[in-house]
């Protein structure tokens, strides 16, 4: 039997159901690939951005 790897992080996530357009599935599927990193983390990336520029906007 393996020991499950858990990385620790101060950050704390809520699971949320949501429908992203195809297409724009596949573009983060294709980030996700090229920068080794989690479809959620891309996904989390890039709203946190979004999220910023808005209220930067205002």
Known sequence: MGIAY???TD???VQYTLR???NLLDK???ISKKEDI???EVVNQSL????Q??????
């Open 6 to 8: 858990h990385k620790k």
């Open 11 to 13: 950050k704390k996530y």
């Open 20 to 22: 992203i357009e195809e």
């Open 28 to 30: 983060i599927k294709d």
């Open 38 to 40: 989690s479809i959620n």
């Open 48 to 51: 946190e951005f979004a999220v």
């Open 53 to 58: 520029d808005y209220e930067q906007q205002k």
